[in-house]
C-alpha cells in the first residue's frame, strides 16, 4: 500500500469516504468537461468564447462553473484584461499541467478503444 499524504485535518485521504477532500478532487478531475477544457487549454492559452466554441454541446452555465471549479482547486488560471470590449483568458497552472498525461490518456483510450465500446453496446442493446 502506498504511503498517502494527510489531509489538512491529519487524517489519510479515502476517495472512497464521502466527505473526503480527495473524492472531491477525483469528482473534479473525472467530470468530462474539466477533461475536455483540460485538453484544449493543454494547447496554451484560450479565451472563454475559444472554449465554448470547441467544446461541443457545453451550456454557457456548464462551462462557466466548470472553469471557477478548475479555478478554485488551482488547475486553472483566470487572467481578466481592461479592454473594451472586456478580455478573460484561461491557462492552466503548473498543478494543470500536471494532470497532461492523465487525460490525455484518458483521451486516447477512448479514440483507441471507441470500436470495441461500440460493438460491446450493440451486443448488450441486442439482448
Known sequence: MRD??????????????????????????GDRWSVLVVLILAEGTKRYGELAQRIEGISQKMLTQTLRGLERDGLVTRTAHASVPPRVDYALTDLGRSLLDLVAGLESWATNHLAEVEAARARYDAR
Not at 489538512?8 to 473534479?28: E, H, I, T
Request: net charge neutral; charged share 25%.
Open 4 to 29: 498517502l499524504p494527510m489531509e489538512s485535518g491529519g487524517v489519510q485521504p479515502n476517495v472512497y469516504a464521502r466527505d473526503c477532500g480527495s473524492r472531491q478532487v477525483l469528482d473534479r478531475i
